[in-house]
T-cell receptor, first 116, second 110 residues
């Protein structure tokens, strides 16, 4: 069974803290993605990775960084958390091929982050 | 620039009815279109994936169609049940990116 897991379901942090969100997939997928989801704005892509140690900026990378040291793990880092980063964060993975028409995205359960 | 629209934003129907959710996109140059379901406070579950060369896909009570030339996809849910209540999102793979609709919140009344 396809599995994408995220380290925390709920997280509360203070302004200025460094925050790590972890995502792990067990499907040997090459591609991994981080989105945030906000009411009225839908899903927005933050960063994605097509291979180990490879990363690409999405639509809203500001205030975030990522790390992909192993194929199965993709980390999202908030260097200095701010209140406008309070959101639901969703991780996803897909099989190889940037434009492959077989790229079905599989999602983790999400992490609801609150920054006070 | 590809844009994806889902109308209506919310829908409430009595249990047992058949219903259709709509998704439209502005650029027909897509690789595939995917329908997802999201329950409150949870992640997304993939329902159906339609390749650009396909016209429809079926899974149980769900049927998704794709008309690239008109930029439309529909998700048909037969014999709706209260457990179908969720937000349904469509997304198109276009220009190496997944472009999302804002979703339709569906409520099935028992």
């Amino acid at each position: 069974d396809v599995k994408v897991t995220q380290s925390s379901r709920y997280l509360v942090k203070r302004t200025g803290e460094k925050v790590f969100l972890e995502c792990v997939q067990d499907m040997d997928h090459e591609n991994m993605f981080w989105y945030r989801q906000d009411p009225g704005l839908g899903l927005r892509l933050i960063y994605f990775s097509y291979d180990v140690k490879m990363k690409e900026k999405g639509d809203i990378p500001e205030g975030y960084s990522v790390s992909r040291e192993k194929k199965e793990r993709f980390s999202l880092i908030l260097e200095s958390a701010s209140t406008n980063q309070t959101s639901m964060y969703l991780c996803a993975s897909t099989s190889a091929g940037q434009a492959s028409s077989y790229n079905e995205q599989f999602f983790g359960p999400g992490t609801r982050l609150t920054v006070l | 620039k590809q844009e994806v629209t889902q109308i209506p934003a919310a829908l409430s129907v009595p249990e047992g009815e058949n219903l259709v959710l709509n998704c439209s996109f502005t650029d027909s140059a897509i690789y595939n279109l995917q329908w997802f379901r999201q329950d409150p406070g949870k992640g997304l579950t993939s329902l159906l994936l339609i390749q650009s060369s396909q016209r429809e896909q079926t899974s149980g009570r769900l049927n998704a169609s794709l008309d690239k030339s008109s930029g439309r996809s529909t998700l048909y849910i037969a014999a709706s049940q209260p457990g179908d209540s969720a937000t349904y999102l469509c997304a198109v793979l276009s220009n190496y990116q997944l472009i999302w609709g804002a979703g339709t919140k569906l409520i099935i009344k028992p």
